[in-house]
Nanobody
């Protein structure tokens, strides 16, 4: 069992940065791939980024590639999402999730946090 809690969301102007954090409970954190997803009002949940269990591999959605960076610290049971050059299209509720599979499909994720809101003003 893994419990996830996101933090770090907020309101930022276009071009600004935010860093999201996801704290995980449980002693098996380091066996899970960790992903970030987001959902804007009226839209489906979409994949943002994933990092494998030891942090050696990452993969990003095209829409955030080059602007967002995912990382993890297994000693601290934490995964981060550094978001730079934000634009209004990045406005959404951001979720972190844990999966036994290095995946981009949200249905393959077993555990989810409650989400943290990111709002980018123009």
């Amino acid at each position: 069992q893994v419990q996830l809690a996101e933090s770090g969301g907020g309101l930022v102007q276009a071009g600004g940065s935010l860093r999201l954090s996801c704290a995980a409970s449980g002693r098996t954190f380091n066996v899970y791939a960790m992903g970030w997803f987001r959902q804007a009002p009226g839209k489906e949940r979409e994949f943002v980024a994933v990092i494998n269990s030891n942090g050696a591999r990452t993969y990003y959605a095209d829409s955030v590639k080059g602007r967002f960076t995912i990382s993890r610290d297994n000693a601290k049971n934490t995964v981060l999402l550094q978001m730079d050059s934000l634009n209004p299209e990045d406005t959404a509720l951001y979720y972190c999730a844990a999966s036994r599979t290095y995946a981009v499909t949200h249905s393959l994720y077993d555990y989810w946090g409650q989400g943290t809101q990111v709002t980018v003003s123009s």
